[in-house]
């Protein structure tokens, strides 16, 4: 059979594998001048397909911007602070300047504190060998601080190119929609480059003669939560407005259940209250510590639904991990949730294999 390749990027059109280049649908594969599905998304839609991380685009991405000059927005979702980091993402930095802009924070409740959001957030990077220029919170979605952003663009940028980097979910798309519509006036502004040159999407947005925004493929990272649940359950799991945080007084030796998710086990500790962050489509459940992964196994998918998950994914191929705080302090469930519990409190949590739990000082 002949080999045909897509005139956009040149990879050999196939239609066995979405996830890998060269994808086109069976019915498509003769039309004339076919482009397979990622050149046709950057084209039409303006969207950076996602890259897995141990795929060699994403390392051809990370090459391709080291050396070049020009400003980094690292963007950074409020509720999955773990879920945005990108391994490596220094040799994407490079000499340029970081600017971290924490996305979605419409989902916090109004009283938390958005100082101490910002100075965990540097936290984290540091720890990461990240040193962030600005940092600012922001909703792409409701276009919070959108303004200030720009502002911080343009004194930061000096007329350089505008890397917008980002895991996938953290609302890039959205933000780069939105910053296109501030900067230019216009809402459905068509790229220049939309067809790469290589199977690697770098889309090109002038905002000036001399100056572009310059969005970046998706990074899928597997410490995310959604890689155990479907695209329809990942709704559910996303909070869709602000949160009304869920208040439990729990004794030691309690268990609570996140959905079928993760089990936070109150280990010792005196009386203590765990507040629970999370969309209000996930149930939540108080048990006893002894019985809890009877309770599990016999209710994961009733009791604890939604999400649907096809298997009891808690009680094998888990990780544990275990806490004592000293002051008030969020656990921090990659991608799920977070929940607040007290000071002198000793926790285990149990999460599927590879999803990352951490502590931090409480922002609230
Ligand atoms: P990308 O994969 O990084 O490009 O992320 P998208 O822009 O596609 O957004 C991922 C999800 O997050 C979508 O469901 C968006 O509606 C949602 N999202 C993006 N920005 C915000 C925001 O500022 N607030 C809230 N609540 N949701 C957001």
Redesign the pocket.
């Known amino acids: 059979m002949a080999m045909y390749k897509c005139i956009g990027c040149g990879a050999a059109l196939q239609s066995e594998d979405k996830t890998q280049p060269g994808f086109v649908p069976a019915n498509r594969m003769q039309d004339e001048d076919v482009i397979c599905q990622r050149c046709f998304r950057l084209k039409n839609y303006n969207e950076t397909p996602?890259v897995m991380m141990e795929s060699g685009e994403f390392m051809t991405m990370l090459n391709s911007i080291f050396e070049k000059d020009g400003i980094v927005l690292k963007?950074i979702d409020v509720f999955d602070f773990k879920g945005s980091l990108i391994p490596s993402f220094n040799r994407i930095v490079g000499n340029k300047r970081v600017i971290a802009v924490i996305?979605?924070v419409?989902?916090l409740p109004k009283s938390t504190n958005m100082n101490r959001v910002i100075s965990r957030a540097k936290k984290m990077l540091a720890d990461e060998g990240i040193t962030a220029h600005e940092t600012i919170t922001?909703?792409?979605?409701?276009g919070h601080n959108l303004k200030a952003l720009l502002d911080i663009v343009s004194k930061e940028s000096k007329g350089q190119d505008i890397y917008i980097v980002?895991t996938?979910?953290?609302?890039?798309?959205?933000?780069i929609n939105k910053l296109i519509e501030d900067s230019t006036g216009e809402k459905d502004v068509i790229t220049t480059s939309n067809i790469p040159g290589t199977t690697l999407g770098l889309i090109d947005i002038p905002i000036s003669e001399t100056q572009s925004f310059i969005d970046t493929p998706?990074v899928v990272v597997d410490s995310q939560m959604t890689h155990f649940i479907s695209p329809k359950d990942l709704k559910v799991i996303?909070?869709?407005?602000e949160i009304k945080p869920k208040n439990f007084q729990l004794n030691e030796g309690q268990t609570l259940f996140i959905s079928s998710l993760a089990r936070v086990d109150f280990v010792k500790g005196e009386r203590s209250s765990f507040t629970v962050y999370a969309s209000d489509k996930l149930k939540i459940h108080r048990t006893k510590t002894e019985t809890a992964t009877d309770f599990y196994s016999k209710h994961y998918d009733t009791l604890l639904a939604p999400p649907e998950i096809e298997s009891p994914i808690l009680i094998e191929d888990t990780d544990i991990f275990s806490f004592r705080t000293t002051e008030r302090s969020d656990i921090l469930i990659s991608g799920l949730t977070f929940v607040s519990i007290d000071e002198g409190v000793e926790v285990d949590v149990t999460v599927p294999k590879g999803v990352e739990v951490s502590l931090r000082p409480s922002v609230f």
């Open positions: 996602d963007i996305n979605k419409d989902l922001i909703s792409a979605i409701k980002g996938t979910n953290v609302g890039k798309s959205t933000l998706g996303m909070p869709k407005k």
